[in-house]
């Protein structure tokens, strides 16, 4: 593991926080753990450096709390949560009409473009009386911050959701030893796919991208698509494909790629709590000595979870040997179901699964069970026991999942890793690489996987062990800070 050099103040701004409120049964105010592979990955920050992180509030406690210092431990470092809290109709806008159903569905080259996106008055309605507003309150939240306090910052503004923040901060704060880092968790797709998005709009998101200090990526391919988009319809700016540079009204944007990863020694020691090692018993005692496919999703159309359900029943036609011998898990966390188009892929899922088990299975035998929630530590004694892990993502900024399960797997078990994902640029060599559109080929994958002779399993594990080991969430950080130091925009020891 990376030592991370020392560090500035450190703001992160996100739609979501590390953590949320509510209250149980008693009326007792709890705190839950974020959700997401966002959340995931930066709450591995908060244990090794102090932050500040604002975020929206997302319950009524959340609201009532408003800021203030977390009790982290006496071992762990400072974090102290600031929310904001934008009215219902603004947040509405924000969320369920533009980020989500238009700028995550461009991202994840999810269009149907023949019938969507169908761009009307309420669109418009929701960017200006929504997505602009609510990027308002973060860029006035992140400056109070910085007013009251008089050290130099790094702010680090995270994805999709907050693409016009850095420009309006810009625009309140003239201190220019103060750096804004902008980070895009999700695929960015090239040039001709951005001309489906209205020029005013588009406009907006690159001009405030343009306005960050370095912009990372989780893959070199999407960094280049920014240039090539920013030189597409940025008829202004100075594109530098050999310094990887923008330089667009008087200032210098540099893009890199920082895949992102997860905390290591984190993970491990969950995976030893006594919750994780009941729910691991409640796994071994439920499928006995039979073989584990597993996947770990939030309930998303870019996931590609049906054709993973398809590919496993293309497997049962080719492969009739493992009929009663393998169970297929999918653990499923809930994501945007007020989208309609989120319910209806939710249906569609359930149905794919459904299917399966009323055509294969038995009184002995359930091929596919199905478990919907958000736990964490059972997905992590999940984790500790495939024998293959499936992630075949159409499209995936990165997925740590993919990470994560070879780091605790006890099984040396097998990852089936699509093309598609950020991931496979670190973690393809120790992979096997299906093309998310392939069932036939992923059926075949997940085959070799359970067949594959302990040898070659031990030494595919121990590359994506070493590899995640050595790129972990120190590393994803200590990248972004070295880089700001070879740029000459921060100074810092270490």
């Known amino acids: 593991m990376k030592e991370i050099p020392q560090q500035p103040f450190m703001i992160i701004a996100s739609n979501r926080g590390p953590v949320s409120f509510s209250h149980d049964e008693n009326g007792e105010i709890i705190m839950e753990r974020g959700s997401g592979g966002l959340v995931t990955a930066l709450s591995g920050l908060t244990s090794h450096i102090d932050v500040t992180w604002v975020s929206c509030a997302m319950t009524p406690e959340d609201s009532r709390w408003q800021e203030g210092q977390l009790d982290t431990g006496p071992d762990e470092k400072s974090l102290f949560i600031k929310f904001i809290t934008p009215d219902e109709q603004a947040y509405d806008g924000y969320y369920n009409q533009i980020t989500n159903p238009i700028l995550w569905f461009l991202q994840h080259s999810m269009w149907d473009v023949s019938r969507d996106p169908v761009i009307d008055r309420n669109t418009w309605e929701a960017w200006d009386n929504g997505y602009i507003v609510v990027n308002q309150l973060f860029a006035e939240a992140i400056h109070e911050i910085l007013e009251q306090n008089e050290q130099n910052a790094l702010i680090m503004i995270q994805d999709y959701h907050l693409y016009l923040t850095a420009r309006k901060l810009r625009n309140l704060f003239k201190n220019k030893k103060s750096k804004i ?11 001709e796919y951005w001309g489906i998005l209205p020029p005013r709009m588009r406009q907006a998101i690159l001009d405030s991208l343009c306005a960050v200090d370095l912009l990372g990526f989780q893959t070199k391919g999407d960094a280049l698509n920014f240039l090539r988009t920013c030189q597409s319809y940025l008829p202004s700016a100075r594109v530098n494909f050999r310094r990887m540079t923008v330089r667009y009204k008087k200032a210098i944007t540099h893009v890199r790629d920082f895949p992102i990863s997860i905390d290591v020694n984190a993970i491990r020691r969950l995976a030893e709590e006594p919750e994780t090692i009941s729910f691991e018993n409640d796994f071994k005692e439920n499928f006995g000595d039979k073989k584990l496919i597993l996947r770990i999703e939030r309930i998303e159309p870019s996931k590609n979870i049906i054709r993973g359900f398809q590919a496993f029943e293309e497997m049962l036609e080719l492969y009739p040997e493992h009929r009663g011998q393998v169970t ?34 038995s009184s002995e035998w359930e091929p596919v069970r199905l478990l919907v929630g ?20 159409i499209a995936d900024g990165m ?62 594990a121990n590359f994506l062990r070493n590899n995640v080991e050595t790129n972990d969430i120190n590393a994803w950080l200590n990248a972004q800070l070295t880089t700001l130091k070879d740029l000459n925009l921060w100074e810092m020891d270490g």
């Open 181 to 191: 880092l902008h980070f895009v968790h999700i695929p960015w797709p090239g040039p």
């Open 328 to 361: 297929f898990l999918a653990l499923l966390i809930p994501s945007r179901l007020e989208v309609i188009e989120y319910q209806d892929y939710l249906d569609e899922l359930m149905a794919a699964a459904g299917r399966i088990n009323a055509n294969y299975g």
């Open 374 to 393: 958000n736990n964490y530590p059972r997905a992590v004694a999940a984790m500790k026991e495939y024998d293959v892990l499936l992630v075949n993502a």
């Open 399 to 460: 997925n740590l999942v993919a990470k994560e399960g070879p780091i605790i797997n006890r099984r040396n078990g097998v990852l089936v890793l699509s093309e598609q994902t950020g991931a496979c640029q670190q973690l393809g060599k120790g992979a096997l690489v299906i093309s998310p559109c392939d069932i036939y080929a992923t059926a075949k994958a997940m085959h070799q996987g359970l067949i594959m002779n302990d040898r070659e399993k031990q030494k595919r």
